[in-house]
């Protein structure tokens, strides 16, 4: 079995009991548009991941273009979105099958590396799938802004009733229009 995958095979989960035998791991070229992600653009990137006996590090990177809607105008603009990103996601029925301590991680068969347990916050069960189109749309996902901002010269929102600057002001008012910077 080839560690690459063919140019224009799309993203499909692969067993993790087949990328266990790959000492080089699986490599993916990413150019297509993910089902979980709406974008303007294909995402384009690459992806790799190795068995490393109870874990399995994956690294990778990825950009896109999807449209938001700003949270102060409500007008839509595009976005770019990317991440570079290396995670370890922890083998653990495994590692207790074969009677590894949840803080001693294997890393090539021989060489240990002692990690904290707490920092394996994600898991995946041994016996299943990794699924690579779900952790690209997972990356991309944590790279979304938490307030939609179309810019720096955002109009902000339109306000009704508003007096217009010409507009004479009530005269029970004025003292309140001093005040105004």
């Not at 803080?103 to 090539?108: K, N, P, R, S």
Request: hydrophobic share 35%; charged share 25%; glycine share 8%.
């Amino acid at each position: 079995m080839s560690a690459a995958q063919p140019a224009g095979d799309p993203l499909q989960p692969v067993p993790l009991q087949e990328l266990r035998p790959l000492a080089e791991g699986r490599h993916w070229h990413v150019d297509q548009t993910l089902s979980e992600l709406e974008s303007l653009t294909p995402v384009r990137g690459e992806l790799h991941a190795v068995h490393r006996g109870n874990i399995l590090e994956v690294d990778g990177h990825a950009s896109t273009i999807i449209t938001l809607r700003c949270d102060r105008c409500l007008q839509h603009y595009n976005h770019p979105l990317s991440f570079e990103h290396h995670e370890v996601l922890w083998l653990g029925d495994q590692a207790r099958l074969e009677g590894i301590a949840a803080d001693t991680v294997l890393e090539g068969g021989s060489d240990v590396l002692e990690l904290d347990p707490d920092a394996l916050t994600e898991s995946l069960d041994p016996t299943g799938n990794f699924d690579p189109e779900h952790w690209v749309f997972e990356q991309l996902s944590l790279q979304l802004p938490l307030v939609n901002r179309c810019g720096s010269d955002c109009p902000g929102p339109e306000l009704l009733g508003a007096p217009a600057e010409d507009e004479p002001i009530d005269p029970r008012w004025a003292a309140l229009k001093k005040l105004q910077p």
